[in-house]
C-alpha cells in the first residue's frame, strides 16, 4: 500500500526525466493535479492530461518538457512535507527560493499554488515540494 501519493509521481517524474522519456504516467489525485498544475505554470513540464483507466481508476500522462541540449529543465524536484512531518511556511517565509530561479509548491487554502501567488495573497500553508 502506498502512502504518500505526491511523492511517487514527483520520484516518477524524476526517473522519467533521467531516461529522457517524453511521457510518463502517475496515479491520479487531486493534489497530484494541483502540483501538475503549477508546474505546467511555471513551464517545468509540456503538460499533462487525465486519462480515465480500468475499473474507473484515473490516471495522469504528464509530457515531460527538455531544452535545446536534451537536457530536462528540471533540475531538482524534491519532496519537502511528509505524511509523518508535516512542513508548514508562513506566507513571509515564501517569498524566494533559489533567488527566483526556483518554485515552492504550497497547499493552501486556496488550493496548490506556487510560493509567489502565496506571498502576493498573503497566504501560507504545507509546502509540498520544491522544483528548480
Known sequence: ????????????????????????????????EGVLKVLEQKEYIDGYKVVDGKNNKKTIQVTLKYDDADRSVINELQRVSTPGRRVYKHSTELKSFKNGYGTIIVSTNKGVISNDEAFAAKVGGEVLCTVW
Open 1 to 32: 500500500m502506498m502512502n504518500d501519493i505526491i511523492a511517487d509521481a514527483l520520484t516518477r517524474i524524476r526517473n522519467a526525466a533521467m531516461r529522457k522519456l517524453e511521457v510518463t504516467t502517475l496515479l491520479h489525485s487531486n493534489t497530484v
